[in-house]
């Protein structure tokens, strides 16, 4: 069982490491039950600096977490640490950070091409 988001964009969050209201980190909040954001070319700032702290976060581990995923369709934090080379307690964190990049490249994609981006987030 899994929390989805729908609308403009579609996906699903990662399970125990995003938040169904991850997408406030973009710069719009999301209404209770379920969350739903509208982000148009307005916001286009907000979620392009939401996407570079992103990108600064992670660091040089994009790159690592890019190739990791590119060949595994799961993981678990124990195997995506020893890939990463990195303490197991760090991954969580560059977890959420990549799960939120990718829902923030996802938003600027359909704002770019549509002129703006709705859709709902499942809660919690």
């Not at 964009?9 to 719009?28: C, R, T």
């Not at 907000?46 to 977490?65: P, T």
């Not at 829902?103 to 549509?114: A, Q, S, Y």
């Amino acid at each position: 069982m899994g929390r989805y988001y729908s609308g403009d964009i579609e996906g699903k969050f990662w399970f125990g490491v995003q938040s169904s209201d991850d997408a406030d980190f973009f710069g719009v909040t999301g209404q209770p039950t379920y969350l739903q954001y509208g982000f148009a070319k307005g916001d286009l700032l907000e979620i392009q600096s939401g996407i570079a702290k992103c990108l600064e976060v992670l660091g040089e581990e994009k790159s690592k977490l890019d190739k990791f995923f590119d060949d595994n369709e799961s993981y678990s934090t124990e195997e995506l640490s020893v890939d990463l080379n990195i303490p197991e307690e760090e991954t969580d964190k560059l977890l959420e950070w990549y799960a939120r990049l990718q829902l923030g490249n996802k938003i600027l994609e359909c704002v770019e091409e549509h002129g703006e981006c709705h859709f709902e987030a499942e809660m919690y």
